[in-house]
C-alpha cells in the first residue's frame, strides 16, 4: 500500500492538485471551486457535530497542497451521499462524487485514518456485495458488529438484539444467511472475472501498479 | 398482454427475506392492480451502493451496473429497467450517466463485460418505481383503483435523499418535493406539513456511526410528530428501515417515546386498491400499523 | 396619430436607457419613437426608493427626463405598446406594434374622479403586487403620460359604468380595442430593460412558500414612503417591524443552476439597503449580508467602506445553504461562514435576497435582426446593423452605466440616420 | 414681434369650477391684472378649450397668455404655445387640491386662487418670448484630446455621424495603453481567452478617414472661446503652434498605472516584481512563447497579488478599486497557462470582482487550472532568484506563503485629468499672496493642465472624486461643470477597454449634441432646449464679480474693461450670476428679478387686523416644486396663508425678492431647494449651495429691519418629501401666526 504512496508522492513532486485532478474520481473539479461555501452549508453531518475539513476548505487546502492533511483527514467519511451540496453548488461540481473519490484515494494509499468505521463499512459492503454478486445483510451485519473483535461485537449485537430481532419476527432477516443460505448470482465466475478485469483496467489508466 | 411492462431491478433488499421484502410484496401486488408486468432482470447483481465508493473504485462500480444493463437488454429488450430501491436507481443512473459521458470508461467497461461475455449496445431508461406511476400512469390512473381510501389517516410523506437528489422525480423541486404527498392524497388519505421531507436519514452512516445518523433520524420523527403525523411514508429501502429500527435505541438514549410506523407508498396504494394486511406486507413493519392493520381487517 | 419616416429613430422600451436614447438623440434634432409596454415612463428605476452610492432619489432625476421629454417636440411616446415585429434593413425598417387598450383618452386631466367612484381592486404591480390598487388607477404619483388606466378587468362590472359616469370629460373609452400600428424607422435602439431573476426557482430559499423571505426589489417597495407599507420595513408575515434583516447575495447569480452571469449592481443594492434599515430603525436595526465577493467597483469602494465601518451591519463570507422557518415564522439561515469555517443557523425578521438580472428580451421572441449571446443579453454585432441594444438589454449594470451605454446607442443610431439624411439630401 | 396682448384664461375643469368663483377670478385678472382679454372655459384643456387659444392667438393677436388651471408640470401637451409668452396659475395642485372642500376654507382657497391669477398675469406681462442666442458660433468639429483606445473610439464614432475631429495625442503614437497590451479582456462570447486588443485595426481606419485630423507628439497651449466656437491652440514637437477651431471637446487622456515603487512592502521596486503594464511588456516580448523576466529567466511560477496600493484605509495609497485588475490579472494568468499549463499561476485577492460576463472569464481561468486564494499579502521579498509573497489565507485561516519566480502587482489607475482646480486657485490666492513656494507650485500645476482652458475658473475640467472627471450624478453620467467638454475612458472613471469603447461613443454623443444645440443658441443639459440666455445692463454693473466667481460653469470671464463678458453657449441658464447680482443688472427674457418680482408684489397682502398672515414660498422646480404638486395629487393639505412661486434654482434667488417681500408685508418667507455639501442634489451644481450662502447673509438685513431671524426659512426639500413637506409647511405658518403679523404690513 505505502509503496504507491511513496510511487504518487514521487510522481507528483509538491504538485497535490494535479495529483488529486489525475488519481482521485472527479479530482479534476477541485480547481472549480470558488470558496462560496454553499456545500459545508450544505452538510447535513456538518451541523451534527461538524467535521474537521468541510468540502470547500478541503478543497482548499489541496490547491494549497496540504497533502497530508487532506489524505489522512477524517472529513470525507463523514459523506451520506445525500448530494444536498452536489445539487446546490453554483459551479456544478459533483461534491459528493470528489468527496468519496478524495477518500477512496486516501484510503488506497493507506493514508486514511486508521479503524475509521465508514471505510470499514465500505470494505465490508463491497466485499460482500461482489462475494456473491448480491448483499448478504445477515453476513454484512454480523461482520460490522465484530469488527473491533468477538467482546464489543456482542455487545453490539446485545443493543442491536431487539432490532435484529424485529427484523427476523417481520422475516426482513433471515438467519438462514448467516448459514451458507442466502441471496446469490449464477454466474459468479463471470462477475468475479469481470471485476478483476475492471480493477486491472483502473489501476492501468490511472498509471497504478496493480495491488 | 399488460397495458406497461419493464425490467424489473428489485436491488439486495427487496428480496425474500431481506430487509424490504415487504416493500417487495406490496410493490408486487399494487403492480397486479395497476396491470403493470414487472419482469425480474435475470441474474442481475448488486448495485454497489453508495458506500462502497472507497473499497470499489470507479470503474468496478459501473461494470458492476453495466453487467445488468447488459441482461436487461438481452432479455428483455426494449423495456426500461424500474427500480424500486432508491440506491439502486440512483447507482444504475449514475453509471448511465458517466458510461454515455465517457468514451474511455464505456470502452473500458466493455472490455470488462467481455469476461462475462457480455457487452452493452444500448443503455436502457433507468427508471424508479415512482417516476413510472407518475409519468407513465398519472394520478387520475392511480386514484381510479381505489377501494377504500384511507380516510381521516394522516402521513409524512419522508421522501429523503436518493429518491430526491441529485436525479429527483421531474418536475419536482429538491427542497420540497410534492409527488409523496400527492399520493398519498390519491389514496384518501391526508399529508401533513412536514418540515423535514428532505432530510438525510444517515443512510449508510447508520452502521458505521449511529450516534450521528440517529441524531438525524431523531429530528425526522420529532418533526412528524410535530406535523400531527400518525405515521411515515417512504418510497426508499434505507430510509424505511433507519427511520423505523432505530427509534427503539433513539427512546433510550433520548428518552423519547417514538413509536411511529414507517411505510412504503406501495403499501397505502395496496390497501386503498382493496389489498389485504399480507399483500401490503403490513407483517414486515416492525414497528405494527396497528390502525392499517385494522383497517385492512375492515 | 405616429408620423415616422426612414429618419426616424425608434426606440423600444421607456425605462431609464430607453428614456435617455430617445433624449439625447432628440436633443440632437432627431425624430425619435419611444415605446414602452407599460402604461407610464421610468421603468425599472421609477420602482426604486433611493440610489447608490448618493442616496438620492430616482425620481429626481426621472422628473429632470420627462421635463426634458415635455420640452421636446420630436419625441413621440406610445405607451401600453410592445413590437411584434420588424422587416426591412438598415436605414428602412417598418416595425409592427400592438397597443393594449388604456381604456381612457387623452381628454384625461388626471382628476382621479374615476378611481373614487370604483371599488374593484386589483395587485398593484408597481409594488410588485406587495399591495392593491382600484382597478381606475394612476399607476404612481409621477406616472407620464398623466392619464389614468383602466384594468381590462373592469370590463363588464358595474365599475365600468361607475367610472365612466364619474368622468366629466368624456376621456373614458370602453371600447378601446387592442390596435396594431406599423411604422418606419431608420434605426432601433433596444432598451427593454431588464426582469428579477424568479426567486421561486431557487428552492433551497423557499422564496413564495415563507412570506418573510423577499427580493431585493420588493424591499425597495417596502422602504419607499410611496410603497405598499408606507415606507415602514414591515414583515409580510405579521405585519411586524423587521429590525433583523438578512441580505443574501448571488441569489440566482454567479450559479450555473440559475444564471451564469454576475448581475453586478446587488451587491452595491444590498449595500445601499442596509441604509434604510439603519434609517428607519436606527442601532436597533441589524443588517447581515452573506457573501461570496463583495463587489463595489470602482469608486463604490468609499461606499462599501462606510458600510463596512457601520457597527449595526455585518458580513459573513457565506452563500448561504438554505433557510428554514422557525415557530415565530423567522427564516433562519443555515450555512458555514468560509472564513475559517464558522457553523451558523441564524434566524432572522425577513432575509431579502438580492437575486440577478435577467435580460427581459429572454423569452421574449425578439426580432431576428437582434442577436443576444447565450444569456440572453443583446451582443454589440455588426449583424445588428441598424438595431443597437441600450442598458440593461445588453448586460448587467447598474443605472449610471445603463445610462451611459443608451448615450452611446443614440450616437449608434443617429449615424444611421444621419447616412439616410446624407443620401436623401 | 408683435405688440403685447395679453389674456387669461380661467379653466373651471376638474372641480375649480364649483370649488372656486369663477366669476370673481375673472374680474381679478381684468381689473387687476389687467390683461386685455380673460376667458373661463369648463374644460380648457379639451380640444375646444385650446382651440380657443390657438384662436386668440392667431386672430386676436394674443401675444402673452396667462392660464389658470392646473400646474405647469399637467397638461403640458395640450398647452404648448412655443411662439407665445406661457404662464401657469397652478390653482389646482396649489389650491383646491391643498385645501379642505369645506365652508370655513371657502373664504381663504378663494383668496388664494385669486392671488394666484394676480401672479399669473403679473408674470407674463413681465415676460418675453425668447428670443434664442445670435451670439454662438456654428462650428461642428470635434476635439479629441488623447489618441487612445477611448480618443480613437469617440472619433471614429464621431466621424461616422458625419462630423468632422481633430485628435491631439502627446505622444508619437496612437494607441494609448492599450496598446501596449499583448492581448485584451474578450468582448464577446464565449468570454473565455484574451482577445486580439484591436488597435491596429482602428489605427488603421483613423488613418483612413478623411474627416479626422491626427496631432501627433501635440498638446494643448491654450483653449478659449465657448461651445461652437473653441479655439484652440495646439503645440506641436516642432515648437509650431496650429490653431484649430473646434465646437465641443471629449478629453480622452487616460491614466498612468499607480506608482509601485510607492508600495516597497510588495516588492514594488525589486527586481521580479513587475506591475500590470510590466507583466504586459514581458508577454508582448513573448508573443506567446515562453514568458521570461528581465534578467532572461523563464517564469515558472507567478503570483498576482491584487489590489495593490488600491482599496487603501490607510490613507497612503488610493481608496478607490480600479475595477479592471481583477479581469486583467485573470488575462494575464491566461498568458501563463496558455504558453504552458504546468505553470503555476496564483492569483491573491480578498474581493475577486469579475461583473457580469466576467464570470464565464473568471470560470475559463480556474478551469485553466489558475489558483485563486482569498488571502491579504503583508510582504513580498526577494527570496534566492526569486520572491517570497507572504500572505493570509482567508478560508484556511492561517499566516502563510508562497515563493514564486514573477510576481505581479495589480496596482491601480490614476487619472490623467490635470490640476486640481480647488487646490490651484488655493495656491494661487497664496502666491498672489507673495508666498514664494505657492508661486513654484503655481507653475507646477498649471504645467500639468490638460486643456489649459482660458476661463477665469481655471484651466481644466473640475474634478469629481480621486481625481476623476466623473459625473456627481447618475441619472447624466457625462455632465461636467464645463459645457460642451465631456471626459471619457479612465479619466472620467476607472474601466477596462470594453467599457472605455462604450464611454467614448456616449461622450462623442454628447459633444455632438453639445454643439448642434450651441449652434443653435439652445441651453444644454438640464435646461437642454432653453433659448433664454443672461444678459446684463452693464451701466448698472458695479464690477463686483459675484456673477463671475459663482457661476458654477464657468460662463462668464471678465472682458479688458473688467465687465463680466457672458458667453452664452457656456451657460446653464441656472440663473445663479442673476441671484448673485446685488445691483439686479442680469436677467434672462422670460425669468428674471422682474417675473419674480411682480409676482410677490401681485400678491394681496390683508392688513395686519386680519389675521391673514402671509407667507412667500420660492420653490426649486425641480425638487420642491413637484413634491408640492405631488402632494396636491395625494390631497394632502397644507395653510392657505402660503403663495408658492417656482424658480429655477436656489441659486438664482436674488435677496431683494426676500427683502422686498419682507418689506411688503409678508409675514414669512421659505426657501425650497435641493440638498448642498458632499452629496448634493442641485442639478446645477453650487445652486442651492450659493443660495443659503446668500441667505445667511439675508438674516443681517433682517436684524437690521428689526425683524426674527424666524421670518426667513431655508428648507432642504427631496422630491420625496411629498407626505412631509405639508407637515412642514403647515408647522411654518403656524410658528409666523404665534409670531404676529410682520411690522411692515400697510406701511
Not at chain 3, 209 to 220: A, L
Not at chain 4, 177 to 197: C, G, H, Q, S, V
Not at chain 4, 257 to 279: E, T
Request: proline letters at 4%; charged letters at 25%.
Amino acid at each position: 500500500m505505502s509503496d504507491m504512496n511513496q510511487q504518487m508522492t514521487a510522481r507528483y513532486k509538491n504538485n497535490f492538485l494535479k495529483e488529486i485532478e489525475e488519481q482521485a474520481e472527479m479530482g479534476d473539479w477541485v480547481k472549480m471551486c470558488m470558496q462560496c461555501g454553499v456545500c459545508s452549508g450544505s452538510c447535513p453531518t456538518n451541523f451534527h457535530g461538524g467535521w474537521d475539513h468541510p468540502p470547500q476548505e478541503l478543497f482548499m487546502m489541496i490547491r494549497a497542497g496540504k497533502r497530508d492533511e487532506v489524505l489522512s483527514s477524517n472529513s470525507m467519511w463523514q459523506c451520506v451521499s445525500c448530494y444536498n451540496c452536489y445539487v446546490r453548488c453554483p459551479r456544478k461540481v459533483p461534491i459528493t462524487h470528489v468527496m468519496h473519490g478524495l477518500a477512496e484515494y486516501a484510503y488506497r494509499l493507506g493514508k486514511a485514518p486508521k479503524g475509521q468505521p465508514t471505510q470499514h463499512l465500505s470494505k465490508t459492503f463491497w466485499d460482500n456485495a461482489t462475494k456473491y454478486g448480491r448483499v448478504n445483510e445477515v453476513k454484512l451485519t454480523q461482520s460490522l458488529y465484530f469488527k473491533d473483535g468477538i467482546g464489543s461485537g456482542i455487545k453490539k449485537a446485545l443493543e442491536m438484539q431487539s432490532m435484529a430481532l424485529g427484523l427476523v419476527k417481520a422475516k426482513r432477516l433471515n438467519p438462514m444467511e448467516a448459514v451458507g443460505g442466502g441471496h446469490k448470482c449464477k454466474d459468479l465466475k463471470g462477475i468475479h472475472a469481470m471485476l478483476a478485469k475492471a480493477r486491472e483496467l483502473e489501476a492501468k489508466r490511472k498509471g497504478r501498479q496493480p495491488a | 398482454m399488460a397495458r406497461k411492462e419493464y425490467a424489473f431491478y428489485p436491488g439486495c433488499s427487496s428480496q425474500k427475506g431481506a430487509s424490504a421484502s415487504n416493500y417487495l410484496s406490496s410493490v408486487e401486488s399494487m403492480c397486479k392492480t395497476l396491470d403493470i408486468k414487472m419482469t425480474e432482470i435475470p441474474d442481475w447483481n448488486c448495485c454497489g451502493a453508495s458506500v462502497s465508493y472507497a473499497e470499489a473504485g470507479e470503474l468496478p462500480r459501473h461494470v458492476m451496473n453495466a453487467r445488468n444493463f447488459a441482461l436487461a437488454e438481452q432479455n428483455l429488450p426494449g423495456q426500461d429497467i424500474v427500480a424500486t430501491c432508491a440506491a439502486c436507481w440512483l447507482g444504475a443512473r449514475e453509471s448511465k450517466e458517466r458510461l454515455e459521458h465517457s468514451n474511455v470508461l464505456m470502452a473500458d467497461t466493455q472490455e470488462a463485460l467481455k469476461e462475462a461475455g457480455l457487452n452493452i449496445k444500448v443503455i436502457p431508461e433507468v427508471r424508479h418505481m415512482v417516476e413510472v406511476l407518475i409519468e407513465d400512469l398519472g394520478y387520475d390512473e392511480l386514484k381510479k383503483p381505489v377501494k377504500k381510501p384511507l380516510d381521516g389517516m394522516k402521513f409524512a410523506g419522508y421522501v429523503g435523499c436518493q429518491t430526491n437528489r441529485p436525479f429527483g422525480i421531474h418536475g419536482e423541486s429538491f427542497e420540497n418535493p410534492m409527488y409523496l404527498d400527492k399520493l398519498v392524497e390519491s389514496v384518501g388519505a391526508e399529508p401533513t406539513q412536514f418540515d423535514q421531507k428532505v432530510t438525510c436519514c444517515g443512510g449508510a452512516l447508520a452502521f458505521s456511526e449511529p450516534d450521528k445518523a440517529q441524531a438525524q433520524i431523531k429530528d425526522i420523527i420529532e418533526a412528524a410528530y410535530d406535523s400531527g403525523a400518525e405515521m411515515l411514508v417512504t418510497p426508499c429501502p434505507l430510509c424505511q428501515a433507519n427511520t423505523e429500527v432505530y427509534q427503539g435505541q433513539i427512546n433510550k438514549k433520548y428518552g423519547t417515546k417514538f413509536n411511529m410506523p414507517v411505510l412504503y407508498y406501495s403499501q397505502l396504494m395496496t390497501l386503498a386498491y382493496g389489498g389485504s394486511a399480507k399483500e401490503a406486507g403490513l407483517d414486515g413493519n416492525v414497528i405494527r400499523a396497528r390502525k392499517l392493520e385494522e383497517f385492512a381487517a375492515k | 396619430m405616429t408620423v415616422a419616416t426612414n429618419q426616424t429613430i425608434l426606440v423600444v422600451g421607456g425605462g431609464i436607457s430607453g428614456m435617455t436614447a430617445a433624449l439625447e438623440a432628440a436633443e440632437t434634432g432627431k425624430h425619435v419613437v419611444l415605446v414602452e409596454k407599460n402604461p407610464y415612463l421610468g421603468g425599472r428605476t421609477a420602482q426604486l426608493y433611493r440610489y447608490f452610492p448618493k442616496m438620492c432619489h430616482p425620481t429626481c432625476g426621472l422628473e429632470i427626463n420627462l421635463r426634458r421629454l415635455k420640452a421636446n417636440p420630436r419625441i413621440q411616446v406610445l405607451t401600453m405598446a410592445e413590437v411584434t415585429g420588424i422587416s426591412g434593413t438598415k436605414g428602412d425598417y417598418t416595425v409592427n406594434l400592438k397597443t393594449a387598450p388604456r381604456f381612457v383618452n387623452e381628454n384625461c386631466t388626471a382628476c382621479g374622479e374615476c378611481a373614487k367612484a370604483v371599488s374593484g381592486e386589483i395587485d398593484d404591480a408597481f409594488n410588485y403586487k406587495l399591495g392593491k390598487i382600484k382597478v381606475a388607477y394612476l399607476p404612481h404619483a409621477m406616472a407620464y403620460p398623466q392619464r389614468y388606466v383602466l384594468d381590462p378587468a373592469i370590463l363588464g362590472t358595474a365599475d365600468a359604468d361607475k367610472a365612466k359616469a364619474a368622468c366629466k370629460y368624456n376621456a373614458i373609452d370602453l371600447e378601446q380595442k387592442e390596435e396594431s400600428v406599423s411604422l418606419k424607422a431608420g434605426a432601433i435602439v433596444w432598451a427593454t430593460g431588464w426582469q428579477p431573476y424568479n426567486a421561486e426557482n431557487i428552492t433551497p430559499y423557499r422564496y413564495g412558500e415563507f412570506p418573510n423571505v423577499i427580493t431585493n426589489v420588493e424591499f425597495e417597495r417596502l422602504a419607499d414612503p410611496h410603497g405598499p407599507t408606507g415606507g415602514k420595513i414591515l414583515r409580510p408575515s405579521d405585519g411586524k417591524e423587521a429590525k433583523n434583516i438578512a441580505f443574501i447575495q448571488c441569489a440566482g447569480s454567479r450559479d450555473e443552476n440559475h444564471l451564469r452571469h454576475c448581475s453586478r449592481f446587488c451587491c452595491m443594492g444590498s449595500l445601499k439597503q442596509t441604509h434604510y434599515v439603519q434609517e428607519k430603525y436606527g442601532d436597533e436595526g441589524k443588517s447581515t449580508i452573506y457573501y461570496i465577493d463583495i463587489r463595489a467597483i470602482d469608486r463604490f469602494e468609499d461606499f462599501y467602506a462606510k458600510v463596512k465601518a457601520n457597527p449595526n451591519v455585518s458580513f459573513v463570507k457565506s452563500k448561504v445553504a438554505r433557510i428554514s422557518e422557525d415557530k415565530d415564522g423567522n427564516p433562519v439561515c443555515w450555512g458555514v461562514n468560509t472564513e475559517g469555517y464558522v457553523r451558523y443557523s441564524n434566524p432572522h425578521d425577513m432575509v431579502v435576497l438580492a437575486v440577478g438580472m435577467e435580460p427581459s428580451v429572454k423569452g421574449v421572441d425578439i426580432p431576428a435582426e437582434v442577436m443576444a449571446d447565450s444569456s440572453g443579453f443583446i451582443m454589440a454585432d455588426p449583424a445588428n446593423a441598424g438595431i443597437f441594444g441600450a442598458g440593461c438589454a445588453t448586460n448587467a449594470l447598474d443605472v449610471n452605466r445603463a445610462v451611459q451605454s443608451a448615450t452611446a446607442a443614440a450616437l449608434r443610431a443617429i449615424q444611421v440616420v444621419n447616412k439616410v439624411a446624407r443620401a436623401e439630401a | 414681434m408683435a405688440e403685447m396682448k395679453t389674456a387669461a384664461y380661467i379653466c373651471k375643469g376638474c372641480e375649480l369650477g364649483s370649488r372656486l368663483d369663477a366669476a370673481s377670478l375673472v374680474k381679478i385678472a381684468t381689473k387687476e391684472g389687467k390683461m386685455n382679454l380673460v376667458r373661463e372655459h369648463d374644460f380648457l384643456c379639451s380640444a375646444d378649450g385650446v382651440a380657443l387659444i390657438k384662436n386668440d392667438i392667431d386672430n386676436e393677436g394674443v401675444t402673452h397668455v396667462a392660464i389658470c388651471a392646473c400646474s405647469r408640470r399637467a397638461k403640458t401637451e395640450a398647452f404648448n404655445f412655443p411662439a407665445n409668452a406661457v404662464s401657469r396659475g397652478n390653482l389646482r395642485e396649489g389650491v383646491i387640491w391643498i385645501r379642505p372642500d369645506t365652508d370655513a376654507a371657502r373664504e381663504t382657497t378663494q383668496e388664494m386662487a385669486e392671488d394666484y391669477v394676480r401672479m399669473a398675469c403679473a408674470e407674463v406681462k413681465a415676460m418675453k418670448v425668447p428670443e434664442g442666442n445670435q451670439n454662438t458660433g456654428g462650428v461642428k468639429t470635434l476635439l479629441v484630446v488623447g489618441g487612445g483606445i477611448s480618443g480613437m473610439t469617440a472619433a471614429l464614432e464621431a466621424s461616422k455621424a458625419g462630423y468632422k475631429v481633430v485628435l491631439v495625442e502627446k505622444t508619437g503614437a496612437l494607441g494609448g495603453m492599450t496598446a501596449k497590451l499583448y492581448k485584451r479582456i474578450p468582448t464577446r462570447e464565449p468570454f473565455k481567452a484574451p482577445e486580439d486588443n484591436g488597435i491596429a485595426d482602428l489605427v488603421a481606419q483613423i488613418e483612413a478617414d478623411a474627416n479626422i485630423k491626427v496631432y501627433l507628439n501635440a498638446t494643448l497651449a491654450k483653449t478659449s472661446g465657448a461651445p461652437g466656437r473653441f479655439k484652440v491652440e495646439i503645440a506641436v514637437e516642432s515648437g509650431s503652434v496650429a490653431t484649430e477651431d473646434v465646437g465641443a471637446i471629449v478629453q480622452a487622456t487616460g491614466f498612468t498605472p499607480y506608482d509601485m515603487n510607492k508600495l516597497p512592502h510588495l516588492g514594488g521596486g525589486q527586481a521580479n516584481v513587475v506591475d500590470q503594464a510590466g507583466l504586459e511588456a514581458l508577454a508582448k516580448a513573448a508573443n506567446g512563447g515562453p514568458i521570461k523576466r528581465a534578467d532572461g529567466k523563464e517564469v515558472k511560477s507567478v503570483v498576482f497579488v491584487q489590489c495593490a496600493g488600491q482599496r487603501d484605509t490607510s490613507g497612503e495609497h488610493l481608496q478607490y478599486c480600479s475595477g479592471h485588475c481583477c479581469n486583467t490579472s485573470i488575462k494575464q494568468a491566461m498568458y501563463f497557462k496558455d504558453s504552458n499549463p504546468d505553470i503555476d499561476t496564483v492569483v491573491l485577492f480578498t474581493d475577486l470582482r469579475t461583473p457580469g460576463n466576467g464570470e464565464d472569464f473568471y470560470r475559463s481561468a480556474q478551469n485553466k487550472g489558475v489558483i485563486f486564494s482569498k488571502g491579504v499579502v503583508s510582504n513580498v521579498s526577494a527570496n534566492g532568484g526569486g520572491c517570497k509573497v507572504k500572505f493570509k489565507d482567508l478560508i484556511l485561516n492561517e499566516e502563510t506563503e508562497t515563493d514564486a519566480d514573477l510576481v505581479v502587482l495589480a496596482t491601480g489607475m490614476v487619472p490623467t485629468s490635470g490640476p486640481d482646480l480647488d487646490a490651484l486657485s488655493e495656491a494661487t490666492r497664496a502666491a498672489e499672496g507673495g508666498d514664494e513656494a505657492a508661486k513654484e507650485q503655481v507653475v507646477q500645476m498649471k504645467s500639468k493642465s490638460v486643456l489649459n482652458l482660458d476661463y477665469r475658473q481655471g484651466p481644466d475640467i473640475p474634478q469629481f472624486k480621486h481625481g476623476f472627471n466623473d459625473s456627481h450624478f447618475i441619472c447624466f453620467p457625462y455632465e461636467t461643470r464645463r459645457t460642451a467638454m465631456y471626459a471619457a475612458g479612465p479619466v472620467r472613471r476607472p474601466m477596462d477597454t470594453v467599457q472605455a469603447v462604450e464611454d467614448a461613443t456616449g461622450a462623442a454623443m454628447k459633444a455632438i449634441q453639445a454643439m448642434e444645440n450651441a449652434g443653435l443658441g439652445k441651453a444644454a443639459h438640464p435646461r437642454a432646449g432653453d433659448l433664454s440666455f443672461p444678459t446684463a445692463r452693464l451701466e448698472g454693473c458695479t464690477q463686483c464679480k459675484r456673477c463671475t466667481v459663482e457661476c458654477p460653469f464657468g460662463a462668464i470671464d471678465e472682458d479688458e474693461k473688467r465687465f463680466p463678458l457672458f458667453n452664452e453657449s457656456r451657460c446653464r441658464r441656472c440663473g445663479t450670476c442673476m441671484g448673485a447680482c446685488p445691483v439686479r443688472v442680469i436677467s434672462f427674457e422670460n425669468y428674471s428679478v422682474n417675473t419674480v418680482g411682480a409676482q410677490i408684489k401681485a400678491v394681496d397682502i390683508p392688513d395686519e387686523f386680519s389675521e391673514k398672515p402671509r407667507v412667500l414660498i420660492l420653490a426649486c422646480e425641480n425638487d420642491a416644486y413637484p413634491a408640492l404638486d405631488m402632494a396636491g395629487m395625494n390631497r394632502y393639505e397644507y395653510d392657505a396663508f402660503v403663495r408658492v412661486i417656482p424658480v429655477r434654482c436656489l441659486g438664482s434667488v436674488n435677496t431683494i425678492w426676500i427683502t422686498d417681500a419682507l418689506n411688503s408685508g409678508y409675514d414669512g418667507v421659505m426657501l425650497m431647494g435641493c440638498k448642498h455639501g458632499e452629496e448634493y442634489q442641485c442639478h446645477f451644481v453650487k445652486g442651492s449651495e450659493l443660495g443659503r450662502y446668500r441667505m445667511s447673509k439675508v438674516y443681517d438685513t433682517l436684524k437690521g429691519m428689526n425683524l426674527e431671524e424666524e421670518r426667513l426659512m431655508d428648507l432642504e426639500v427631496a422630491i420625496t418629501d411629498i407626505e412631509t413637506l405639508p407637515k412642514k409647511i403647515n408647522d411654518y405658518a403656524a410658528k409666523i401666526v404665534a409670531m404676529g403679523a410682520s411690522p411692515f404690513k400697510g406701511l
